[in-house]
Nanobody
Framework: QLQLVESGGGLVQAGGSLRLSCAAS????????IGWFRQAPGKEREGISY????????HYADSVQGRFTISRDDVKNTVYLQMDSLKPEDTAVYYC????????????????WGQGTQVTVSS
């Protein structure tokens, strides 16, 4: 069974940076699309980034374009999300997810999910 564990969340001031990690166990990630999602209290889950198998660059929602960067290290079986120029509206629980078949920012397509890591950006 594929398991995903997020880490790297925390409290940061507006304009600061965080680097989230998504570590996988049970199966290799090299053939999966990996996505990052977030959900703030009272708001719907938002897909913010994904990277497909074999890709060297990712895809981004408009809300994070130019500020966040997704990358994957298949040897380490880990996916990262570098978050720069953080804003208070980025405050949310961040989840990584894996999909063996498709590639999108829609969470319904993803079969495996981590438990999330809290990111809080203060003003």
């Amino acid at each position: 069974q594929l398991q995903l564990v997020e880490s790297g969340g925390g409290l940061v001031q507006a304009g600061g940076s965080l680097r989230l990690s998504c570590a996988a166990s049970g199966h290799n990630l090299e053939y999966y699309t990996i996505g990052w999602f977030r959900q703030a209290p009272g708001k719907e889950r938002e897909g913010i980034s994904y990277i497909s198998s074999g890709d060297t660059s990712g895809h981004y929602a408009d809300s994070v374009q130019g500020r966040f960067t997704i990358s994957r290290d298949d040897v380490k079986n880990t996916v990262y999300l570098q978050m720069d120029s953080l804003k208070p509206e980025d405050t949310a629980v961040y989840y990584c997810a894996a999909d063996e078949l498709g590639a999108s920012l829609e969470g319904v397509h993803y079969d495996y999910w981590g438990q999330g890591t809290q990111v809080t950006v203060s003003s």
